[in-house]
């Protein structure tokens, strides 16, 4: 028979103010953490996705992951032209995004020195087609400030994944960036 604190519903003790859902502890102290028999996989404090990641390794990975982000902006204002068959403000915003994530790749990649000479070399062939898609892009179709067309976007579409697939074959030859046993 169940005793005077199992009959109680939730609502009785929220209001004898006991918490409805019992706590959970979340951290471990130290002892706890030494005693456990599970293994965690801790993430690098670094950013990077792998413990000793080479500098060459994370900066293909993060040009790879910002032509994918990109190409996902180009897609949705490929889809907004074409919904609205006229370069709206929509539009303007997908293109303008596009491009500032392809100018994160300038940020990601600045300090190649420790780069192999082919991985150098192409990054340095990725940084100069962003910086004329760029340029293209704003000044001379004019695609961030509401003139172009479907075509238009789908050749800078076009252009990002040229620079994609050239970051993948990179990252593939890439004698360093493989994670240890990888």
């Known amino acids: 028979m169940p005793d005077e604190e199992q009959r109680k519903g939730p609502l009785r003790r929220f209001l004898d103010g006991e918490p409805i859902l019992?706590?959970?502890?979340?951290?471990?102290?130290?002892?706890?953490?030494?005693?456990?028999?599970?293994?965690?996989?801790?993430?690098?404090?670094?950013?990077?996705?792998?413990?000793?990641?080479?500098?060459?390794?994370?900066?293909?990975?993060?040009?790879?992951?910002?032509?994918?982000?990109?190409?996902?902006?180009?897609?949705?204002?490929?889809?907004r032209y074409r919904t609205a068959g006229q370069m709206t403000e929509g539009v303007?915003?997908?293109?303008?995004?596009?491009?500032?994530?392809?100018?994160?790749?300038?940020y990601d990649v600045r300090d190649l020195s420790n780069a192999s000479s082919e991985v150098?070399?192409?990054?340095?062939?990725?940084?100069?087609?962003?910086?004329w898609i760029r340029k293209e892009a704003e000044s001379v179709k004019g695609l961030t400030r509401g003139y172009g067309t479907e075509e238009d976007l789908k050749n800078l579409s076009d252009r990002i994944l040229v620079l994609q697939n050239k970051a993948y074959r990179l990252y593939q030859q890439c004698p360093t960036c493989k994670p240890e046993g990888g």
Not at 58 to 69: A, D
Not at 120 to 131: H, M, P, S, T, Y
């Open 120 to 131: 150098k070399k192409g990054l340095n062939e990725i940084l100069d087609e962003v910086r």
């Open 92 to 106: 303007q915003e997908k293109v303008r995004n596009s491009i500032a994530e392809l100018m994160g790749i300038t």
């Open 22 to 79: 019992r706590r959970r502890r979340l951290a471990k102290t130290k002892e706890e953490e030494k005693n456990s028999s599970t293994v965690e996989t801790v993430k690098p404090e670094t950013g990077r996705t792998f413990q000793n990641q080479s500098d060459e390794g994370y900066c293909l990975e993060c040009t790879s992951g910002h032509t994918m982000t990109a190409l996902t902006e180009m897609r949705h204002a490929l889809d």
